[in-house]
């Protein structure tokens, strides 16, 4: 009571210590914050050092290329003051004699071959058998003596592709995964139309996955539609259809598929029993039996397979929300079910729609395993061509620059997705 | 579930015509699962039916070629270890996550569920090139890094999902019973938030146990998981003992839905929700 009486009578409430309430409540909602953040850390550190760390390094991969620069240093140097109209200059090619006998000395010619080769194909082979032969050259003038080795080297063009490489950040892999080039003088052009390859895979990732995500929904939706409205026994035996392939494993059913619809196996029999073969061979689409793995078919009927559950269980627990009521009024006032469902039921299951259908197509974005298993050549999508940089080119400049178009579209998607949907009130299962 | 009476004759056929292209899409869903499993029984190394005979030998094959079962082994071995740091390391996240006023949180919660919208590809890349640097690739340390970094949120959305629903002014009355704060965690909140542990935990294990892609960058070739071993097989040489594996694994999927199923109602039993 002392410490009580001690206190100002100023109207500020206090805490049973004197502290004005504020500040008292402040301080707890402060020791809160602490702890709350504190539970956090540990994973948040986690995932930034083994998940957000390693993808910055790779996409900094994309812009990032030293190979050039390190490896030819004096040659970059005299580049400078290269105008880029004729032959460099003499100094120039005394540098580039010093530097090609250091890189043969460290092994390193392969490496400066295979990078300038991604620019100027056919070089790799040159700019080995130069370091091979670089050694008989003593004195100057070098100019002549270079040129002696190979013609390429009295190429205005050639020393221009080194120049271009000769920073440590390169514009060239992003440029290229989107089908363009830099010039000589740095203005920004279209390849050549036959050697624009990678829009076309760009195109067909997203035209499968439109494809996939709208068989899913078409097919999805009315299964969603009566699991929603049948009574519960029903429904929870309904739902073992969809959840037991939905905890399947991908790899699993896509090796289902495999089986299924090999040359002669059962999918082709079924066809073949049921008299669609027949009939495709009778309007011409199909001539003998049908040809099923290694397809694009074979690629989007196992994708929409595993995709289906993961539009359809959104729909499914947005229309479960849904009151029949809606439907009776609408009924009640004379419209027809059709019409009803249409224009009451239709517009309330949209949210579930969206998150849905952006979930599959955002997971169909990144798709590997399952047209590498059952798509032929042609049905590989982008995350095949960056396993592929990496395993069959080792070319992670094409590989990183690859990975940034593919996350900057699932980011993108992502974000509209966490908007739209709120990814903690994600359902699984 | 008849008709109802009031319907016209178009919309009866509507009626029925829902009903069985439900009925084909279930069917679409679940025959090829179950097509391959009685392949996996077939006397001879084709994919197709009428089957020529019985036999057990590619089960054999399965769990007695060491190829097959170190596999195995190594797969169980990574994904306990996974799920137990995904479940420890996401449980304390998400009982930070749901305390009110927490800074930033949407940005986090973005971060931290990330690795399972980031294509699996570009994590697998990035960790191969970052992980090959700390001399971590080809080791089972590596691979266990890289798929709790994947599994995690899985953890997070589940014990989130409970926590969202859980009363939290018992942890006060706890405490104001005079409990210490671990004590009120073990006593109050973790059985009430068990349910949203384990079906977070089982995730974990599936999402480790069914991964592929991570693995073929970072598993070294003699120590390749179940799901690595398999793909590897698809593409070397098509095995039919490839189909036993497949039915295996959907057997232990099938053991895991149930078990979530069950859990699911528990939990809705201890809320005191009864189940709809």
């Known amino acids: 009571m002392a410490m009580a009486q001690a206190l100002p009578n100023d109207g500020v409430m206090r805490a049973a210590d004197g502290t004005p309430l504020k500040v008292a409540l402040a301080r707890a909602e402060r020791a809160e914050k602490l702890k709350a953040m504190a539970l956090v850390l540990p994973l948040f550190a986690f995932i930034i050092f083994s998940f957000v760390v390693p993808i910055l390094i790779m996409l900094y991969n994309s812009v990032y290329d030293p190979d050039v620069a390190e490896n030819m240093p004096q040659t970059v140097v005299a580049l400078k003051s290269w105008d880029g109209k004729d032959l460099p200059p003499e100094e120039v090619f005394a540098a580039f004699v010093a530097d090609m006998k250091e890189a043969q000395r460290n092994k390193q010619t392969a490496l400066i071959g295979k990078r300038l080769n991604y620019e100027m194909s056919g070089i790799r082979s040159k700019v080995v058998a130069t370091g091979r032969k670089i050694g008989s050259i003593e004195a100057a003038p070098y100019r002549d003596q270079v040129i002696a080795i190979d013609k390429v080297w009295g190429e205005p063009e050639t020393w221009a592709t080194i120049k271009r490489s000769a920073s440590d950040y390169t514009p060239f892999y992003i440029l290229s995964m989107l089908d363009l080039r830099q010039n000589p003088d740095g203005s920004i052009e279209a390849v050549p139309a036959d050697r624009a390859i990678y829009k076309s895979i760009l195109a067909r990732t997203l035209g499968i996955s439109l494809l996939v995500t709208l068989l899913t929904l078409v097919l999805g939706y009315p299964v969603a539609y009566l699991l929603a409205t049948s009574p519960q026994r029903t429904a929870s035996i309904l739902m073992i259809f969809v959840l037991l392939p939905f905890w399947t494993s991908l790899l699993v059913r896509t090796t289902a598929w495999m089986v299924l619809m090999t040359d002669g196996g059962v999918f082709a029999g079924l066809l073949h029993l049921t008299g669609i073969t027949w009939f495709l061979n009778l309007i011409g689409v199909l001539n003998g039996e049908p040809q099923l793995f290694k397809t694009r078919f074979a690629t989007v009927v196992a994708m929409t397979h595993i995709q289906l559950p993961f539009t359809l269980l959104p729909i499914y627990s947005v229309m479960k929300t849904i009151s029949p009521t809606y439907m009776r009024a609408a009924k009640s006032l004379g419209g027809t079910p059709f019409y009803s469902f249409i224009r009451v039921y239709m517009p309330q299951t949209l949210p579930g729609v969206a998150a849905g259908c952006l979930l599959t197509f955002i997971l169909c974005l990144g798709y590997y395993i399952t047209p590498a298993i059952v798509g032929g050549p042609t049905d590989q999508m982008i995350s095949g061509f960056i396993e592929r940089a990496i395993n069959s080119e080792n070319n992670w400049g094409k590989a990183s620059a690859l990975g940034v178009i593919l996350l900057t579209a699932t980011l993108i998607l992502y974000y509209v997705y966490n908007k739209l949907v709120g990814i903690d009130r994600m359902k699984l299962g | 579930m008849a008709v109802p009476a009031y319907?016209?004759?178009?919309?009866?056929?509507?009626?029925?015509?829902?009903?069985?292209?439900?009925?084909?899409?279930?069917?679409?869903?679940?025959?090829?699962?179950?097509?391959?499993?009685?392949?996996?029984?077939?006397?001879?190394?084709?994919?197709?039916?009428?089957?020529?005979?019985?036999?057990?030998?590619?089960?054999?094959?399965?769990?007695?070629?060491?190829?097959?079962?170190?596999?195995?082994?190594?797969?169980?071995?990574?994904?306990?270890?996974?799920?137990?740091?995904?479940?420890?390391?996401?449980?304390?996240?998400?009982?930070?996550?749901?305390?009110?006023?927490?800074?930033?949180?949407?940005?986090?919660?973005?971060?931290?569920?990330?690795?399972?919208?980031?294509?699996?590809?570009?994590?697998?890349?990035?960790?191969?090139?970052?992980?090959?640097?700390?001399?971590?690739?080809?080791?089972?340390?590596?691979?266990?890094?890289?798929?709790?970094?994947?599994?995690?949120?899985?953890?997070?959305?589940?014990?989130?999902?409970?926590?969202?629903?859980?009363?939290?002014?018992?942890?006060?009355a706890g405490a104001s019973c005079g409990a210490a704060p671990h004590t009120v965690f073990f006593r109050v909140v973790m059985p009430l938030i068990l349910p949203g542990m384990i079906s977070g935990a089982l995730f974990a294990f599936v999402t480790s146990f069914d991964e592929v892609v991570v693995v073929l960058f970072l598993a070294s070739p003699e120590d390749r998981t179940l799901p690595l071993q398999m793909f590897s097989g698809i593409r070397e040489m098509i095995s039919p003992t490839i189909t036993a594996a497949a039915t295996v694994l959907v057997l232990i999927s099938t053991a895991m839905l149930v078990t979530l199923e069950l859990l699911r109602r528990r939990s809705e039993r201890l809320r005191g929700v009864a189940p709809n």
């Open chain 2, 7 to 172: 319907y016209t004759r178009g919309e009866t056929i509507m009626y029925y015509a829902v009903r069985v292209f439900v009925a084909l899409v279930l069917l679409f869903l679940i025959a090829p699962i179950l097509a391959v499993m009685p392949l996996s029984f077939n006397s001879e190394s084709f994919f197709t039916y009428p089957m020529p005979g019985f036999s057990l030998k590619w089960y054999n094959d399965f769990f007695f070629n060491p190829r097959w079962s170190g596999a195995v082994k190594m797969s169980f071995l990574v994904a306990i270890a996974t799920t137990i740091l995904a479940t420890f390391l996401g449980t304390l996240a998400a009982l930070g996550l749901s305390r009110a006023n927490f800074p930033a949180k949407a940005t986090i919660m973005a971060i931290l569920i990330s690795p399972m919208i980031v294509p699996v590809i570009i994590s697998a890349v990035g960790m191969f090139k970052f992980y090959a640097s700390l001399d971590l690739v080809g080791t089972r340390l590596g691979i266990i890094l890289a798929h709790t970094a994947l599994a995690t949120p899985f953890v997070v959305i589940t014990v989130t999902a409970t926590l969202s629903s859980f009363d939290k002014t018992l942890m006060r």
